[in-house]
């Protein structure tokens, strides 16, 4: 299923600016190119205004997303670093106890939880 796009222009960029749709008579003054208007003059026109105040809108969108997306990756590693912690912790009072026992554990096994440092494209252990 296609679908169609408008025939007619999404946006006016002739007004205020050409001569045709404000009003004015077409022997007044030439329609000037949008190419050769100023910011300050193209910011006059409610469409540009509309289109770039929804553009600051958008990424202001993009960066809170992607600081948010840092502070959780952030997160997942501070916990991921307090699980190895208290993961080694508990295996280290195991070995404790079952020495208080009189059952003599081999070495305790190494700490097993890898730390991951996160970046946004790929995992990499250290």
Known sequence: MSMSLPQHSLFNFDTPFA????????????????ETLSISDLMKN??????????????NQVLQGAQLQQNLWQEKQNLW????????????????????RGRYAATPTPNRCITYFITLDKLKPC
């Open 19 to 34: 001569t045709g749709s404000s009003g004015m008579s077409n022997s007044q003054a030439p329609a000037t190119p949008v």
């Open 46 to 59: 409610p469409h540009v205004q509309s289109m770039y105040n929804s553009y600051q809108e958008m990424a």
């Open 81 to 100: 670093q307090e699980n190895c912690r208290l993961s080694a912790e508990v295996r280290a009072l195991q070995v404790n106890q079952s020495q208080s």
